[in-house]
C-alpha cells in the first residue's frame, strides 16, 4: 500500500503544532514568564527556541521523511549495515506510551471541566467549594475513568479515519478554533479593570527579576522550557515527517510549527495573567490554578459561564490535539512494524492504553499511599520523570547523534533531506554544532533535571545513586553512537570499500 501523505501544507503545519502545542504551553509558561522577567525571559525563551527546538524538530521530520517510515521501522532504513541504532526505537515507544497512561487521563480532566463549565455545575460556588469540586474528581475512580475513556475513544476514533480523512481534518479545524478562542479570550481578558498590571507583570522585561533569580536560573529555566515544551524526542514529529512530501523543505515548515507553538504559549500567558491580576488572585502554576484558580476568576466575570465553557473548551482541543498525534505515534509502529490493518492497531491500542492508564488514575485515589518518588508524588509524577526527564531528552540524543554521526544517517544525507524542496534551506555548515554542541547542550538539561529532582545534601546517597544512573544511561548511547556494537564492522568496511572501487 501507498503510504498516506497530507492533503494539504496547512493541514500539516497544524497537525505537527497541534503536536507541539500542550499543557505546558498554557499552565506552565506564563507562570515561569512572568516569574523570570516577562518579555525579558520571552526573549531569552525565543533564542534557545531557533538554537535547540528547530534543530532537533528538523532532525525528527527528516528522519520521518527520508525514511518514509514511523519510529517502528525509520532507524532500519537509514541506518548503516549492522549498526544497531534501531534499538533507539524502544526509546520512542515506551515514550509515547508512559506518555499517554497519564495524558489521555488529564485529557479527560479538561473535557470534564468543560462540561461542569458548561452545565454551570460551577457557577455560584464558593472558592473553597469550587477547590473541593476538584479534589472530589480526583478521589473518585469512577468518574477519572469516564472521562479518561472517552478522551481515549474520541482520539483513536479520529485516528481510525486515517491521516487525511481523520486527523488533518479533525485537528486542522480544532488549532484554527482553538487559535480563534485564544484571540477572544485573549482580547477579553486585557479588557477587565485592573488588566493592565498583568500586562505588565508579563510583558515588561524586568531584568531586575533575571538577577534576581540568577541569570544562570533564568537562562536554564528559559533552555529547558524551550526543551520540553514542543514534544521533540520520542518521534511525535517524525511520524509526521514520514507522511510529508518532498515539494518544500524542512527548515522552513519546522520554524513555522515552532511559530504556532509560541504563539499559543504567548496567548495562554495575556488570556491567564491579565484576569488573575484583574481579580488579585496569584498566578500560580500547574493544575490548582487551571482547575481552583481561574473557574475563581470566571465566577466573578460578567459572563463567566461563557467565558470558562470557551476556556475548557480551548484547554480540550490543545490537549486533544497532542493525544491525537502521539496515538497516531504508536498505531504506525504496528502498521510498519507489525503490518496491522489500522482498524487493528486501533482496537488493540484503546484497549492497551485504557489499561495503561489505570495506574495514573487509581493513583489520585486506590493507590495513592503509592509514592514513588517520595513523600508526596503519586504514580503520574512517576509516569512523567520518566518521559520528561529521561525518554525526551535521551531520544532527542539519539536522533542528533544518529543524523550527524557517519555510522548512523550521516551528516550529509541529512543536510540533503533537509534542503529538499522549495523554501528556506538549511544554509551553511551546522556538523560541529550539531554533532558536539547541541548533543552536550542537551546532556546538560538532561543532567541538570537530575540534579533538580534528586539533589538533597542530607541524603546524598540517594543523590548519587539516581545521578549514577543517568549518567550510565547517557554512557549507554555513547557506546550507540560510537558504533562498537556493531558486529559486522570489518565487513562493512569492506564492503563499502570496495562499492567506492567499482
Known amino acids: 500500500m501507498a503510504r498516506e501523505k497530507f492533503g494539504s501544507r496547512l493541514g500539516f503545519i497544524l497537525v505537527s503544532a497541534g503536536c507541539a502545542v500542550g499543557l505546558g504551553n498554557v499552565w506552565k509558561f506564563p507562570y ?138 479533525v485537528t486542522k479545524v480544532m488549532m484554527i478554533v482553538l487559535i480563534a478562542l485564544m484571540l477572544i479570550l485573549a482580547v477579553n481578558s486585557c479588557l477587565l479593570p485592573g488588566a493592565g498590571e498583568g500586562l505588565k507583570f508579563y510583558l515588561m522585561p524586568d531584568f531586575g527579576k533575571l538577577v534576581e533569580h540568577g541569570i544562570g536560573e533564568s537562562v536554564f529555566a528559559a533552555m529547558t522550557h524551550a526543551f520540553f515544551t514542543l514534544s521533540i ?34 496567548m495562554a500567558g495575556l488570556i491567564i495573567i491579565p484576569a488573575c491580576f484583574a481579580f488579585n488572585v496569584e498566578p500560580g502554576a500547574g493544575p490548582s490554578l487551571l482547575f481552583i484558580t481561574l473557574p475563581n476568576v470566571f465566577n466573578n466575570m460578567a459572563g463567566g459561564q461563557i467565558w470558562g465553557t470557551m476556556f475548557f473548551l480551548f484547554m480540550t482541543f490543545a490537549a486533544l490535539s497532542t493525544v491525537i498525534a502521539v496515538y497516531e505515534t504508536i498505531l504506525a509502529f504496528f502498521m510498519d512494524g507489525l503490518g496491522w ?126 545521578m549514577s544512573f543517568a549518567v550510565a544511561l547517557i554512557a549507554f548511547i555513547v557506546v550507540l553512537a560510537s558504533g562498537v556494537l556493531n558486529r559486522n564492522k570489518k565487513g562493512v568496511a569492506s564492503a563499502e570499500a570496495e562499492e567506492s572501487v567499482s
Open 341 to 466: 490493518s489500522r482498524k487493528k492497531a486501533v482496537i488493540f491500542n484503546i484497549i492497551a492504553i485504557l489499561v495503561l492508564s489505570m495506574p495514573a488514575v487509581l493513583g489520585f485515589n486506590v493507590l495513592s499511599g503509592i509514592q514513588p518518588l517520595g513523600q508526596g508524588t503519586g504514580i503520574m509524577d512517576l509516569e512523567d520523570f520518566l518521559v520528561s526527564y529521561n525518554l525526551l531528552p535521551l531520544g532527542s540524543l539519539v536522533f542528533m547523534l544518529f543524523a550527524t554521526r557517519k555510522n548512523g544517517w550521516g551528516y550529509e544525507n541529512f543536510a540533503k533531506e533537509t534542503n529538499t524542496g522549495e523554501g528556506f534551506k538549511f544554509k551553511g555548515n551546522f556538523r560541529f554544532y550539531l554533532s558536539y554542541i547541541l548533543p552536550l547542550i542537551i546532556v546538560a538539561v538532561y543532567l541538570k533535571g537530575y540534579w533538580d529532582m534528586f539533589y538533597d545534601p542530607t541524603n546524598m546517597p540517594r543523590f548519587i545513586g539516581w
Open 32 to 169: 515561569i514568564c512572568g516569574q523570570y522577567g516577562g518579555a525579558a525571559f520571552i526573549l531569552i525563551y525565543l533564542l534557545f527556541l531557533v538554537i535547540l527546538g528547530v534543530p532537533i524538530i528538523i532532525t525528527e521530520m527528516a528522519v520521518g521523511r527520508g525514511s518514509g517510515q514511523g519510529m517502528a521501522m525509520a532507524f532500519d532504513v537509514l541506518e548503516k549495515k549492522g549498526e544497531k541504532w534501531h534499538w533507539g526505537k524502544w526509546i520512542a515507544i515506551i515514550g509515547n506510551y508512559v506518555l499517554m497512561m497519564f495524558y489521555t487521563m488529564v485529557c479527560g480532566w479538561m473535557v470534564n471541566y468543560m462540561v461542569k463549565m458548561g452545565t454551570g455545575e460551577l457557577r455560584g460556588l464558593a472558592p473553597e467549594a469550587v477547590g473541593n469540586k476538584f479534589n472530589d474528581m480526583l478521589a473518585d475512580p469512577g468518574q477519572l475513568i469516564l472521562w479518561t475513556v472517552v478522551s481515549c475513544v474520541v482520539a483513536f476514533l479520529i485516528c481510525g479515519k486515517g491521516l487525511k480523512g481523520g486527523i488533518e481534518k
Open 233 to 266: 524526542g520520542i518521534g511525535s514529529m517524525e511520524i509526521f515527517g514520514s507522511y510529508l512530501d518532498k515539494s518544500r523543505s524542512l527548515s522552513g515548515e519546522c520554524i513555522n510549527i515552532v511559530g504556532v507553538d509560541t504563539l499559543v504559549a504567548i
